[in-house]
């Protein structure tokens, strides 16, 4: 199986994030599992995958002046969309097999409304075509040469988004061209961001260069609502980082955000979630995937495959870098 290298968080440990129950919407008779009268809602709060410091402080900017979700969530990733020498997101990302730089957003407000682009070259900041394919278009997603069109019509430019770095590595890569996944050997990926606003309201983000050296013309689960990245403003909402196509499989962000709708709290929703995906993979270890979710309440949860994810919160209490628990020690 060809994987794409993963990522490493030198420094972790397997410490436990407390998992704490909330008032679970009760819809379609469905009961909730542990449902407390007691839970309040934190807001503003942000989260994103990964120890994305300057990009979730971006989000916090936002919030903390009265700012909507979807604008925290949007000019959060673009902090890491921006930055070259994140080589896994944005401008900087490292490329296909065939050397072009194509990359996959995501975003999704609370009314459910959602926008996404897929393999598209030449542009640093991809969740804003997304958002404006939300916005301008009758549509949800725009792929490759349209969606590029698109982005120049609306004003984005063109860039040539391969550095000397990724350049460089990509030259390398040419001599060998393996393609097999080293898991945890980086210490950052994709981001997927999920806020609430001073209103209660809820986003998410979820923006990528994809796995290097994919196939040209591989799409991840990054920008597939549902899979990536889902939102329901009555429940909460849920975001991906590692290996897309095992994401796909499951409908990973979905599943958990219909997890929580059923009263999990967010900690339990993202242990079932990657439970689900080790029950379609028995034995399988050379993979990671980490999920995030948060509930309406702000209560937080993750769980990845493998030690190494984290993810970093912020709310009126400061902010930090959490690890999550794993499936394997
Ligand atoms: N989920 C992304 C993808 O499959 C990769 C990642 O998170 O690193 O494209």
Known sequence: MKRRKFIKNSSLTTAGIAATPFIASCKNDVKPIE??????QVKPIVVCTWDFKNASAKAWEVLSIGGSALDAVEQGVRVEEADITNETVGKGGRPDRDGNVTLDACIMDAAGNCGSVVYLKNIAHP????RKVMEETPHIILAGEGAEKFAYEQGFK???LLTESTRKQYQEWLKTSEYETIINIENHDTIGMLAIDENGDLS???TTSGMAYKFGGRVGDSPIIGAGLFVDNEVGAATATGVGEEVIRTVGSFLIVELMRQGKSPQEACEEGVKRIMKKNEGRKDFQIGFLAINKNGETGSYCVHPGFTYRKY???GHENIPSNSFYS
């Open 35 to 40: 449902a407390t009268a007691t839970a309040t």
């Open 127 to 130: 969740v804003s075509v997304a």
């Open 158 to 160: 063109k860039e040539n």
């Open 204 to 206: 998410g983000a979820c």
């Open 315 to 317: 709310d009126n209490s």
